[in-house]
């Protein structure tokens, strides 16, 4: 396939997916455009070589740059292996981000607590709720000095400003899911 081809097709599935994206017809569009919708098929065929000026009114009607015609696609999706995401060491229990890229105001983490492990959590700023779900085993968390135990699917939810700890008293792995809201910074 030549250069030409691979932009000339390119530039059809990139109008296409664009129009479907926005649920419009070529009818609608093309009218919007301001070009015969007959033009519209072409392009969106592979078949046309369009001039600059209908680039331009396809792109104004589709609200995006002349460049995000013709780009390349870009993968919808990026694989993070486990090993990639940081993980912290608390003892003999490890906590992994879940997430590889940090999201303002929260905080998502994995824990693994081999069994009759126990953690301290390290209370955040004030105003921060916390939720710890249990996705295999037993934990127990003490905030304040209330204990919750928590089996396979209980969530609970506490101040995380507080004094925390995380315990698993089984005699397997225990697996739970932490998400922070952080409070919002003082202004």
Known sequence: MSGDEELAGR??????????????????????????????????????????????????????????LVARPRASARHYPRESLPVRQRGAGMLRKLLPDPLPGMEFDRMELPPRVRITGVPHTAGTREYLACEAG??????????????????????????????????????????????????
């Not at 928590?150 to 225990?174: C, I, M, W």
């Open 11 to 68: 530039l059809a599935r990139n109008i296409k997916g664009l129009r479907e994206a926005r649920g419009a017809t070529q009818a609608q569009l093309s009218k919007l455009a301001g070009i015969p919708r007959a033009t519209w098929a072409h392009l969106e065929s592979g078949a046309s070589n369009p001039t600059l000026a209908v680039l331009h009114r396809v792109a104004s009607a589709l609200q995006v740059s002349l460049e995000e």
């Open 138 to 187: 037993q934990l127990v968390l003490v905030a304040s000095g209330e204990r919750f135990e928590l089996q396979t699917g209980d969530v609970v939810v506490f101040r995380g400003d507080q004094k925390h700890s995380y315990e698993n008293p089984g005699d397997r792995t225990a697996v739970g899911y932490s998400v922070v809201l952080l409070a919002p910074p003082l202004t």
